[in-house]
Structure formats: structure tokens, C-alpha cells
């Protein structure tokens, strides 16, 4: 009975710390993680032509808005203290969720959208002035969320009465519908498949060895 209870003894641990520190902590694994994703940047559908500018691959958060071409900004913050120096610092844009109306599309947009943006969207006089202004300025302002915005805003009925009087106005023809315009990229592409198949035989005499 004394040998039982001695060998209990031994087998039983001396502190409290052994206790926790024989314990095995393999089995509970964490099932998240603090660390962001990488946010993943949507491709344009195929039927909305692409963007000339490209996604912003520093900042992907602006491709999901209208950011008017504002970034994070970094810089220094000077103490004035007593401890004279510099700090690393950075700015990050002052971004919101607005319902801004199209007339257009006629309905009410919930998109995120920085004060910049907002505020050129106000002094253009609405939504669809701000999207549909050409210069290259505010293409390269619109981002990807901005230019797929656009081509919405443009097959609309409204806006494309407004372009088929401007064409009348300046005299200018009608634009190929989209069968017609398949129609003439094949012809083209069938000719110039033409052209570089038919090799011309460079065996013939370029000169006349008729003998008189």
C-alpha cells in the first residue's frame, strides 16, 4: 500500500507551472487571422470596352468608387515639443457612402465617394455630367468603378437621343449598329488573312527572254 501511494506520488507533478507546461497545445489551432486579404480587383466584363488607364494596383481600394484620383498620402508629423523630431505619418482619403441621383438611369445611387469627388460632382451639375466629360483629366479620375459607371449612363435612351441630335446637329453620320460593325471587323480580318496568303511566284522572269 506504501509502494502505491510513493509511486502516485512520483507520478504526479511537483508545480503548478509543470502541470500547465505539460500540456499539449497543438489541438487548438486559431481559425482566423488578423492579417487583411489582398483585395482582388474585378475584371471588366467583356462587353464594356477596357479602360485605358488600367486599375490602380497601388491603392485597389479606389476601384470600388468614385475617389477622384485621391490616394493615401504619406509624410512626416513635427513635434514641437520637447522632443524635437519626426514622425512617420500617413493620410488616408476622407471617403463616405452617398445616395447621389442619376437621371439618366433614373435612380438613386448608393456608391462610396471621397469629398473631392463629391464636390466636382456638384460643381458639374449632377452624376451624369460628371461621368459622361471626356477630357482625359477626368477619365483618368473616373478609375474602373467610374468608367463602367460611364458606359451604364451611355447606352441609356435618354443619352443616346442626346448624342443622335448632337450627330445631326454637326452633321455627322450615324454609327454602324453592333451586327453591322461584326460584320465589317470580319470582312476585315478575312481580307487581310487574304493578303498575307497570297504569295506571289517569285520563279516568273521579270523580263522578256523572248529571242528575236
Known amino acids: 500500500m506504501a509502494g502505491l501511494q510513493s509511486r502516485s506520488a512520483l507520478s504526479l507533478p511537483f508545480s503548478l507551472s ?9 489541438a487548438s489551432k486559431r481559425s482566423f ?10 475584371p471588366l466584363p467583356d462587353y464594356i ?13 479606389s476601384n470600388t468608387g468614385l475617389y477622384g484620383g485621391v490616394t493615401i498620402q504619406f509624410g512626416n508629423k513635427i513635434s514641437q515639443g520637447r522632443n524635437e523630431g519626426k514622425t512617420r505619418r500617413m493620410w ?3 471617403v463616405r457612402r452617398k ?3 442619376s437621371e439618366a438611369l433614373d435612380e438613386w445611387l448608393y456608391i462610396k465617394v471621397t469629398r473631392k469627388a463629391l464636390r466636382t460632382i456638384r460643381k458639374s451639375g449632377g452624376l451624369d455630367n460628371y461621368l459622361l466629360d471626356d477630357r482625359p483629366g477626368r477619365v483618368k479620375e473616373l478609375g474602373v468603378f467610374g468608367w463602367k459607371l460611364r458606359w451604364q449612363v451611355m447606352q441609356t435612351p435618354k443619352i443616346q437621343e442626346q448624342f443622335r441630335k448632337e450627330r445631326k446637329r454637326l452633321g455627322l453620320p450615324e454609327p454602324p449598329t453592333f451586327e453591322e460593325w461584326v460584320a465589317q ?15 506571289k511566284d517569285v520563279t516568273k522572269p521579270r523580263y522578256n527572254t523572248k529571242l528575236y
Open 18 to 26: 509543470t502541470a500547465f507546461h505539460n500540456l499539449s497545445l497543438t
Open 185 to 199: 471587323k470580319e470582312a476585315g480580318i478575312k481580307a487581310q488573312a487574304e493578303d498575307q496568303t497570297n504569295i
Open 92 to 94: 488616408k482619403p476622407n
Open 33 to 42: 487571422s488578423t492579417t487583411l486579404a489582398t483585395q482582388k480587383i474585378k
Open 99 to 101: 445616395k447621389i441621383f
Open 49 to 61: 470596352p477596357p479602360y485605358p488607364y488600367g486599375p490602380n494596383q497601388v491603392y485597389r481600394q
